[in-house]
């Protein structure tokens, strides 16, 4: 089987669910067949408004990543930003296909051959998305067909989308002491919602995700629930972004120049 992107959280990123739309679960079944492409994705929590808005925190990881070819490690060249309120800390990840490197702007790392195993490809014909889905995250979904692209709206399932970046940035993240919301916890949380809203966009032939955005407004507050989850990401106002592009060539990421081996 091929390494699923939630792998890749060694040095990036993702997400699971399940839905009623059958837009959304074309779309969701079709990440899984995925074997390459450009992904950006963006959790940005911020409190306040106008002057006494605060800065965001979260963090966005981007770049372009393949599953394919001969090689031994999936293929990607990432960059991971922490968003820190004014500021941000950027560290960028890649992979030759042969070998993985960290870059965290003072020195660049070469990672150590026993952290490869979550990178390694086989002959499974699948791609890399097969944990990655949307569906779940979207409640009362409503679709409008267009010539080349869907667009479905609805509200948010708050525990199910925050739960899935709980996973995905708890690794990132490190000290955040993210944890999943579950049970009586997620219960909770759904009630304490204010407002929220998802728009994915879709292709109306390929069914392939374009872009996602959600927005989760808990009002002045960030609910104990939420700090529990998401730590130092927890604030009233959660804005979440994914888009994905198809790649236009074969990806090929470079040996750095200069590097120290782990």
Not at 65 to 92: C, I, R
Request: net charge positive.
């Amino acid at each position: 089987m091929r390494p699923r992107l939630t792998a890749l959280v060694l040095f990036a990123v993702l997400m699971a669910a399940c839905g009623k739309s059958s837009e959304l679960q074309q779309t969701q079944a079709n990440m899984a067949k995925q074997k390459s492409g450009t992904i950006d994705l963006r959790l940005a929590a911020s409190a306040g408004s106008g002057d006494t808005a605060t800065g965001p925190s979260g963090f966005r990881l981007a770049g372009p990543f393949s599953f394919e070819g001969k090689h031994d490690l999936a293929v990607f060249d990432l960059t991971y930003t922490q968003l820190l309120g004014a500021n941000s800390k950027v560290t960028k990840v890649s992979s030759t296909g042969s070998a993985a490197f960290v870059d965290t702007g003072a020195k660049t790392y070469r990672v150590a051959q026993k952290d490869l195993g979550p990178l390694r490809l086989d002959d499974s014909p699948s791609g890399g998305f097969d944990d990655l889905g949307i569906a779940g995250w979207v409640e009362n979904p409503k679709t409008t067909k267009g010539s080349s692209t869907d667009r479905i709206t609805g509200e948010v399932d708050a525990p199910d989308l925050l739960s899935d970046l709980a996973r995905v940035a708890g690794p990132l993240g490190g000290d955040s002491q993210l944890a999943a919301l579950n049970g009586d916890s997620a219960k909770r949380l759904r009630k304490l919602v204010k407002a929220s809203s998802i728009e994915v966009v879709t292709g109306a032939k390929d069914h392939q995700l374009q872009s996602l955005h959600a927005v989760i407004d808990f009002g002045t507050r960030a609910p104990n629930e939420l700090r529990h989850t998401l730590g130092k990401y927890a604030q009233a106002r959660i804005d979440v972004r994914l888009s994905m592009r198809k790649l236009t060539a074969p990806l090929r990421v470079a040996v750095p120049d200069r590097y120290v081996k782990l």
